[in-house]
């Protein structure tokens, strides 16, 4: 009995211990830790960020309007062109041999014009005797009728021998265009950037002309072929300045401009983007069509403004009872959007209104309230046990660091 007398009375002290121990504790104050930022004041710019392609600013598809076997080919890659020279040879036997076919019809097309011309003149000679006859009345009316009858044939006759000449040179000037079909030349001065074909590979231009040979008349100039959100789009604009990098150079930014902005909408799985096409100096020639850029293009930019990142206008004190904001001072209609920071006075947050105005992905510029360069605005309350931060986790270029509250 004693053993157990003395088990209930260690349970009950150690109950009372840890009452004491809570209430204690709960009486204590809160203690928090606040992860704030400086504000600060700088320059501000907002960007849209885009992927795109590199491609050369104008570029001919060369192809065949005849079919047949590939003769020759002078030129390759990276040749340099000019406009009417020949890059590629088509065999001609074919068609050598259906001009010379033409032109024979053409010969029996004019020698059956000059047969009918000399029947024409006997069927004339014919008509004006029968005439004479018929005046002398020896001859009939009908004799006279079927001889006028013939010399209308023979002047039928001729002007159907004259249509086949026509026809036949028709024939010969088409035979003699497929035949020079047969140079593939260039339509423009640039250079060779694909070539498809080999000697001795066949060529088809049946239902669609067959691709031979790309041709970029410069590569001096470039375009980027970007594709933007339709989020960002509408804050896109011709003449906007932009910067884009490529894998081949990852740590230069590369500059353009804002050349075209294209109506088009293009849409894959329900994402619809635009075409942004920017232009830009490739005098060096350090770029390459198919490159893929990634884009940034300028829409906005402040000089000089008060900055604080994004986050201080989004956070709120997990305390029930907020007070009232200390007023902004009046802003200009449509110049931002009214908001609220968290300053940090003492130990306690205390709210203040702001013109929140120009944003990028991190940092916000404030366009009037009651902040003031050296500010520490709040972000968020820091995890329960964490060691306060050291540094501020802004962007790069605003300072911060951290308070500590009870």
Do not use: C, H
Request: aromatic share 4%; net charge positive; glycine share 8%.
């Amino acid at each position: 009995m004693g053993a157990r007398r003395f088990r209930i009375g260690v349970a009950l002290g150690l109950a009372a211990l840890a009452g004491y121990v809570a209430w204690t504790m709960r009486s204590e104050p809160e203690r928090r830790e606040w992860v704030t930022a400086t504000v600060e004041r700088g320059p501000l710019v907002s960007t849209v960020a885009a992927t795109g392609t590199v491609n050369p600013v104008k570029s001919v598809i060369v192809g065949t309007y005849v079919s047949g076997p590939v003769a020759a080919i002078d030129v390759d890659f990276n040749s340099k062109v000019r406009r009417g020279q020949r890059i590629a040879k088509i065999d001609p036997r074919n068609f050598v041999g259906k001009v010379e076919q033409a032109r024979a019809s053409l010969a029996d097309a004019q020698a059956q014009v000059r047969k009918a011309e000399a029947e024409l003149a006997l069927r004339r000679s014919q008509l004006g005797r029968q005439e004479k006859l018929a005046t002398s009345r020896v001859l009939s009316v009908e004799e006279l009728d079927v001889a006028r009858s013939s010399a209308k044939q023979a002047e039928a006759q001729l002007s159907l021998a004259g249509a086949e000449v026509e026809k036949a040179r028709a024939s010969l000037k088409d035979a003699e265009v497929n035949l020079g079909y047969t140079d593939i030349v260039s339509p423009v001065d640039g250079i060779v950037v694909s070539r498809n074909v080999d000697v001795g590979q066949t060529v088809a231009a049946t239902f669609q002309t067959p691709t031979l040979f790309v041709i970029a008349e410069s590569l001096e100039r470039m375009q980027v072929n970007a594709f933007v959100g339709e989020a960002d789009i509408g804050r896109v604009r011709e003449g906007q300045e932009a910067s884009f990098t490529v894998d081949a150079f990852p740590g230069r930014a590369i500059p353009a401009v804002v050349r075209q902005v294209r109506n088009a909408p293009t849409t894959v799985q329900n994402v619809v983007t635009y075409d942004v096409v920017l232009d830009v100096d490739n005098r060096d020639g350090t770029l390459k069509p198919g490159m893929t850029a990634n884009v940034r293009i300028v829409t906005d930019r402040v000089a000089d403004s008060l900055l604080v990142p994004t986050a201080a206008l989004r956070f709120r004190p997990p305390s029930a009872e907020e007070a009232p904001p200390s007023p902004a001072p009046p802003a200009p209609a449509g110049a931002g959007r009214a908001g609220r920071v968290w300053r940090l006075e003492g130990e306690q947050p205390v709210a203040v209104a702001v013109v929140a105005g120009l944003s990028d992905e991190t940092t916000t510029a404030i366009e009037s309230g009651g902040i003031a360069p050296g500010d520490r605005v709040v972000l968020r309350l820091a995890p329960q046990g964490a060691a306060p931060p050291s540094s501020n986790p802004m962007l790069p270029g605003l300072g911060g660091g951290s308070r500590r509250g009870r």
